[in-house]
């Protein structure tokens, strides 16, 4: 009895070893996936290896955001626990596409910023100046020039026609004058006149601009 009883105990001792061996040999074969985005792909690939991973590139993808051969995307997400061995893909920025900055010259200013954001630019500032010789609201001139090489997502500024510019007249002085002939210039000028109210003015003939 005392044989079989001291079996049994080496066995359960022997099973708890083994179950305590095999866990600790479990958790030192596990490894956190290390954050990888906005780094270069040659210093992820130099910590795959020295983590026990496997670094794949799944994709190359245009990103104005990320400059050329930096990690975008990853998978597994940073932080998660993996076997050594275990393939991590991620996803390799190409910068920016190269674009040809297109001609908008002459176009309405509101196709003018579609065409840009069609092509993958972004519309930036838009400066306005009076041009008698240009319609309202036509582009007049861009920047950076069009044919110049460039990036998806830069912006091309654009100088835009107000038109002409409207009539400016310096108002003289009404005083003085008779009512009807200060009306006679007003509406020979193209102007409204407003109520005429009349008030006491000593020294001053009836029917005579006093203000205005």
Same mark, same amino acid.
């Given at each position: ?74 998978? +597994? #997400?940073? %932080? =998660?626990?993996?076997?050594? *061995? ?5 996803? &390799? @920025?190409? /910068? ?47 920047? +950076? #020039?069009? %044919? =110049?090489?460039?990036?998806? *997502? ?5 100088? &835009? @026609?107000? /038109? ?49």
């Amino acid at each position: 009895l005392l044989a079989v009883l001291g079996c049994a105990v080496a066995g359960a001792v022997g099973l708890a070893s083994f179950c305590v061996a095999l866990r600790s040999d479990r958790r030192s074969n596990l490894v956190v996936v290390p954050d990888w985005i906005g780094h270069s792909r040659e210093e992820a690939v130099a910590q795959a290896e020295t983590l026990g991973l496997v670094f794949e590139v799944g994709e190359l993808r245009h990103d104005p955001g990320v400059a050329v051969d930096r990690i975008v995307q990853q998978e +597994p #997400a940073a %932080g =998660t626990q993996v076997r050594h *061995g275990r393939t991590i893909r991620v996803v &390799v @920025s190409l /910068g920016g596409e190269t674009l040809t900055v297109p001609s908008v010259i002459g176009q309405p200013a509101r196709q003018a910023e579609l065409e840009l954001r069609r092509t993958g630019l972004t519309p930036g500032w838009e400066a306005r100046v009076h041009d008698a010789a240009i319609p309202t609201s036509q582009v007049i001139d861009e920047a +950076p #020039a069009p %044919g =110049t090489l460039s990036v998806s *997502g830069d912006r091309v500024h654009r100088l &835009v @026609s107000d /038109g002409p510019r409207p009539q400016r007249f310096v108002m003289p002085d009404l005083t003085g004058q008779t009512l009807q002939d200060a009306q006679e210039w007003i509406t020979l000028c193209g102007f409204r006149s407003r109520a005429v109210r009349r008030v006491p003015a000593e020294g001053k003939r009836s029917g005579t601009v006093v203000g205005q």
